[in-house]
């Protein structure tokens, strides 16, 4: 399905939406064990949507043997990269027949904007499956410089059973992240997606077996992070997990590793990113665009968030007026309104964080200059308005934690050291934006930021020919798109010959 932008059609596409809540194990829809399952909820109204199976260790055990005789069965791990990549192609052009449909179970179950979903989240999740089918057959292995006694050939090898355990905020388009690289690379995957957004990845993997790929190599295990999340870290026949979400769960996955079978563990974390604008930065109006759109984008529940302004004095208050000016003018509201440009927060206690920090930043004497307040709640959803804190001090919580919603604090600076120590001045180091006219600045500043992505005179996250990934607290040991995930979801391996 299409989705036209129009408000008519998306309420109409909507109403006419099959959900898939079971999981998916070798190539079946399956009910949980227990039969049990939880109710997953709209964001935008706080009413539910649909009962999803309760996926708890039984049914992750059941995924990961069917996930082992797929991978044994070589009838994916053994193909040659030319068919992984022609069947990934076809599993690409599946997920575009069906992007209308996935970009409004992602506005529905996440509260995030229809236009974004249809114009961002899904065309990148199918331009990622893409991307990493087609490297499947233009990667070469090496033949090490020994001898003329010897070969050695250095290989490079599927890992195995790879686990996916990834968060709400960009639903499909973090199971695309994994599973292009980990499938190209001819792992087998057990994908278990964020309790409160199941439905995507779930159709996706069907959309996955349509497209040929065999049984028991993509299955997908909704359910909650305790259990299910816990059993894939915990499995000892898992060989890795890629995961994705905050630093504390992060934290627990090394734990399960160094308990269970020391499985690699890649981790993608949370984030405290700085904007820093120096004095000379070209144009304020283009800044304060890129500044609001990393703030206040997806609702501000992104990863790389630039959720700390850091502004040169001079130029602060000019800066600041934009920002706010502009920021007035993003649109607050429904999210199947392709008008929308920020929809619910993802689940009340979620929204209660939020507000939590925006009262601790009044009551730690930041200079509250818009928003602040929960808006539209007869809707029954989770709406908070874009808020502006000026005179935010460095050791305010709102200035070190991960807010995660639509909160943006201001600090200023008089000197470029100054400037690097507060962009530095935090445990995370996802990504960064600098704004200056001065190339060499712009060199030397993204040097001494410590962050995996510094972004100059933008916001961006690159493409998918660029690494993603954090420095210090945001990930550990790996990151996501471009070649090197590829490097990830493969083991290295020698063979040594003596020729006789
Ligand atoms: P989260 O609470 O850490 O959850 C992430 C995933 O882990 C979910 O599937 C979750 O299941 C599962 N989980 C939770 N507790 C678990 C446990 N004890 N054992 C095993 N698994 C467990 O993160 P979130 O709230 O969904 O997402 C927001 C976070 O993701 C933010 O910190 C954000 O910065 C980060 N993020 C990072 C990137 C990046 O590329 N660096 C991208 C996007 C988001 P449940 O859903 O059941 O809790
Ligand atoms: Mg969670």
């Avoid at 993997?205 to 299955?219: D, I, R, S, T, Y």
């Avoid at 000892?236 to 905050?246: C, E, K, L, W, Y």
């Avoid at 269970?260 to 283009?286: H, M, Y």
């Amino acid at each position: 399905m299409n989705l036209q932008l129009k408000p008519k059609a998306i309420r109409a596409a909507a109403t006419r939406l099959r959900f898939r809540t079971r999981a998916f194990i070798d190539g079946q829809f399956v009910s949980a064990q227990s039969g049990r399952t939880f109710t997953t909820e709209n964001p935008a109204n706080g009413r539910p949507l649909a009962q999803i199976a309760a996926c708890e260790a039984p049914d992750v055990d059941r995924a990961v043997k069917a996930a082992r005789r797929a991978f044994e069965s070589g009838s994916w791990s053994r193909r040659k990269p030319a068919e992984r990549k022609r069947i990934l192609l076809a599993f690409a052009d599946q997920l575009e027949a069906h992007a209308g449909e996935l970009a409004l179970l992602d506005t529905l179950e996440a509260g995030k904007p229809i236009a974004d979903c249809a114009t961002m989240d899904i065309p990148d999740t199918i331009a990622c499956i893409r991307w990493h089918a087609e490297a499947a057959d233009k990667l070469y292995d090496h033949v090490s410089p020994t001898g003329p006694e010897n070969l050695a050939l250095i290989v490079r090898e599927p890992v195995g059973v790879v686990g996916c355990v990834i968060p709400w905020n960009f639903p499909a388009q973090m199971a695309a992240w994994k599973l292009g690289p980990a499938l190209a690379t001819g792992n087998s995957v057990v994908l278990k997606p964020a309790e409160l957004t199941s439905l995507s990845a779930i159709r996706m993997a069907e959309l996955a077996a349509e497209a040929g790929v065999p049984p028991g190599v993509l299955n997908v295990v909704p359910g909650l992070g305790e259990t299910a999340g816990q059993a894939v870290g915990r499995h000892p026949d898992v060989d890795m997990v890629a995961f994705t979400g905050s630093t504390e769960v992060g934290r627990s996955f090394l734990k399960y590793a160094a308990e269970s079978n020391l499985k690699r563990i890649i981790l993608e974390c949370g984030g405290k990113s700085p904007q820093v604008v120096f004095a000379d930065a070209p144009d304020l109006d283009t800044v304060a665009g890129h500044a609001v759109g990393a703030a206040f984008w997806n609702m501000g529940e992104n990863c790389s968030c630039g959720s700390r302004l850091i502004v040169h004095q001079k130029i602060k208050d000019k800066l600041v007026a934009k920002v706010v000016a502009l920021a007035k003018t993003w649109k607050v509201g429904d999210p199947l309104d392709p008008q929308t440009r920020l929809g619910a927060l993802i689940e009340r206690p979620h929204l209660e964080k939020v507000l939590g920090y925006i009262e601790s930043g009044k009551a730690e004497g930041a200079r509250l200059l818009l928003g602040g307040r929960r808006i539209l709640e007869e809707s029954g959803g989770y709406y908070v308005e874009p808020t502006v804190f000026d005179r935010v001090g460095g050791r305010m919580r709102i200035a070190r934690e991960e807010i995660f919603g639509p909160v943006l604090s201001v600090m200023s600076f008089s000197t470029d050291e100054e400037a690097v120590a507060l962009a530095n001045d935090t445990n995370y180091g996802l990504a960064a934006s600098i704004y200056t006219g001065d190339v060499n600045r712009a060199h030397r500043v993204a040097r001494a930021i410590r962050a995996g992505t510094v972004s100059v005179n933008c916001f961006s996250e690159g493409d998918l020919t660029t690494p993603f990934g954090g420095f210090k607290q945001s990930g550990f040991a790996g990151r996501d798109k471009s070649i090197w995930a590829h490097e990830q979801y493969t083991e290295l391996k020698t063979v040594w010959m003596q020729l006789t």
